[in-house]
């Protein structure tokens, strides 16, 4: 397929739809039943099993080698001139093939054996290389070179040989593209760190960015002037997210009446999260946004659904809206937010490279839904947030369990989070208060969220004061460069405390750390609080405080809160590595 034929592809995916759009899924729940998240939450109708739980994997009595290959970047360009593969030779009990007898244990991991890694391309070998049984994220070079730019993905082969004589495999695909004439932008993910990065125009540098913003609601904000594009990136936001209410959820699209704003980005050099959300099942609105749209410099992603699971919309629904944009266009990455905590999270997360996760887990009742009347457990009831607490490890969670399901699928995903930024509604009884705020971030961004998207804005005065205080965090370049360009340790022994979450982030080549550390209790905890750092972090002076205004001792010790902690009190800072 060459670039020019993507307008063809346009009009077969449009018939190609017609007659794929009837295979709507049945899930469990009876005629008449009304669902959220496979759940009944009407008092009049009585719980079932909702079904869609995620598979696990049986555990294995032998150690397993999970053989795994993807690229580094989602998308290569024709400008690229060099390309990389990420190797992970992952020792596992759930799932891969087995290893030789003796190996896999502790005690050969810790001296592991070499793995010998052929790369193939059909029957060619593109280079070879030598991993450790037991390693992650190996990166190894590939001559782009010796491929042609095109819109077919390759396919790539890796075989490893262990002790000569057994063999495994992995395959991924591998897109490397034509440089996009036309485009205004092109993005992609860093697959190594979870980074989006930007570009406008074939000469220009490569942006890193932290996405961080609100949804915010056309009827509510935007459609009161064009202005308000300006007001909102003067309060720091680095991304743009239009909520299409009102007249742009009508069909056919009033362009006349968007095109204003489409310019003003584009003046104003803002990012949009575009929101191409479309109803099961008619794409035809979704298709004519993306065609119309891919080329403007102002598109950063796509956002296809919001809470499909959640709205049980059919399970492959979001997979066949992302094959169709991505059929359309290839150059930017396509996201979604899941809602519910497990139902059929494979089937509907396959429809994104970015998955977000929506936990709102203030001021609410976790166990009785104050809006329907009935309890809410695993199989019955909604209360706002499924299958939560009512705290804010909700949060943490539901991240930690996202990632954890993506690497027994053998997928690459990046996740974004969205923090609670509402109330006074429904299952709500309160907006969050601005500390709360900051700790659902901070505690996502501590848990691997690689953006944030906020429901919604506007929000209270004070929400609003230090969401913009926050947003200088996360368009801060030396924070930037931790957060998506290092690895994160998260889940560090915090001592003297409980319910204290901290995590770093370490660049051996500047000698510096990024540490973040949040207090999820609304109480104060006196006396020190020592927070123990990894084994090969040692750490020295304070050389920025990015967030918070915490009294920290630093030495051989680790971390100390020499003063303790207030309730919620949060903290972000650079040090120096010794």
């Not at 485009?183 to 074939?202: C, E, H, P």
């Not at 150059?331 to 996760?357: K, Q, R, T």
């Not at 936990?359 to 009785?368: G, K, L, M, R, S």
Request: charged content about 20%.
């Amino acid at each position: 397929m060459t670039y020019s034929k993507i307008t063809q592809v346009i009009a077969t995916l449009v018939v190609w739809f017609s007659v794929v759009q009837g295979q709507a899924v049945r899930f469990n729940n009876p005629e008449g039943v009304d669902i959220w998240c496979g759940k009944a939450y009407r008092a009049a109708d009585s719980s079932f099993d909702p079904g869609g739980w995620f598979p696990e994997p049986a555990v294995s009595d032998a150690p397993l080698l999970r053989l795994k290959v993807r690229p580094r970047l989602s998308i290569y360009l024709e400008t690229d001139s060099t390309a990389n593969l990420l190797i992970d030779a992952a020792v596992s009990n759930k799932v891969g093939s087995p290893l030789p007898l003796g190996l896999g244990q502790n005690s050969s991991i810790s001296s592991p054996k070499p793995l010998a890694v052929e790369i193939y391309l059909g029957n060619k070998v593109l280079t070879t290389q030598k991993i450790a049984l037991g390693s992650r994220d190996n990166e190894v070079s590939l001559a782009v070179d010796a491929l042609v730019p095109r819109m077919a993905a390759y396919n790539i082969t890796v075989r490893a040989t262990l002790d000569s004589t057994h063999v495994y495999e992995a395959w991924t695909e591998f897109s490397y593209l034509p440089y996009p004439e036309d485009y205004g932008s092109v993005a992609r993910i860093d697959n190594l760190y979870g980074g989006l990065l930007a570009q406008r125009g074939k000469d220009a540098p490569w942006d890193v960015i932290f996405a961080y913003t609100y949804y915010t609601q056309w009827t509510l904000y935007w459609n009161e002037s064009v202005d308000t594009l300006n007001e909102f990136a003067a309060m720091g936001y680095n991304v743009i997210h239009i909520v299409p209410t009102g007249s742009l959820g009508e069909i056919p699209f009033p362009w006349d009446e968007f095109e204003p704003y489409l310019q003003r980005a584009d003046e104003l050099g803002l990012y949009l999260r575009y929101d191409v959300l479309w109803t099961w099942p008619n794409l035809t609105n979704m298709i004519d946004q993306v065609t119309r749209l891919r080329t403007h410099p102002s598109i950063l992603l796509w956002y296809q659904s919001d809470e499909a699971d959640g709205k049980a919309n059919p399970a492959n629904s979001t997979g066949l809206a992302y094959e169709h944009i991505k059929a359309i266009d290839p150059y930017h990455p396509v996201s979604l937010a899941i809602n519910c905590w497990d139902f059929h999270y494979a089937e509907y997360a396959a429809g994104a490279d970015i998955v977000m996760s929506d936990v709102y887990p203030v001021a609410i009742n976790a166990t009785f839904s104050t809006v329907y009347g009935t309890e809410c457990n695993a199989t019955y009831g909604c209360c706002g947030c499924d299958d939560c607490e009512g705290k804010f490890e909700d949060i943490s969670v539901r991240l930690d369990e996202f990632y954890r399901r993506d690497e027994i699928l053998g997928w690459q995903k990046t996740q974004w989070f969205a923090p609670q930024a509402f109330g006074n509604e429904t299952f709500w009884a309160r907006y969050p208060t601005a500390d709360e705020e900051v700790v659902m971030t901070l505690l996502a961004v501590n848990h691997g969220a690689k953006g944030i998207v906020m429901w919604n804005y506007p929000a209270t005065d004070e929400l609003e004061s230090v969401t913009s205080s926050l947003a200088g965090l996360f368009t801060d370049e030396t924070a930037v460069g931790f957060l998506l360009g290092t690895k994160r340790t998260q889940d560090l022994v915090v001592e003297g405390a409980n319910r204290v979450d901290a995590a770093v982030w370490v660049d051996s080549k500047k000698g510096q750390a990024l540490i973040s550390v949040v207090n999820l209790g609304y109480d104060g905890i006196q006396g020190e609080i020592r927070v123990v750092l990894p084994e090969s972090v040692e750490v020295g002076n304070v050389v920025k405080v990015l967030w918070g205004n915490v009294a920290w001792k630093l030495g051989d010790d680790g971390l100390v809160a020499t003063e303790g902690l207030l309730g919620l009190q949060t903290s972000v800072m650079v040090v120096d590595l010794l």
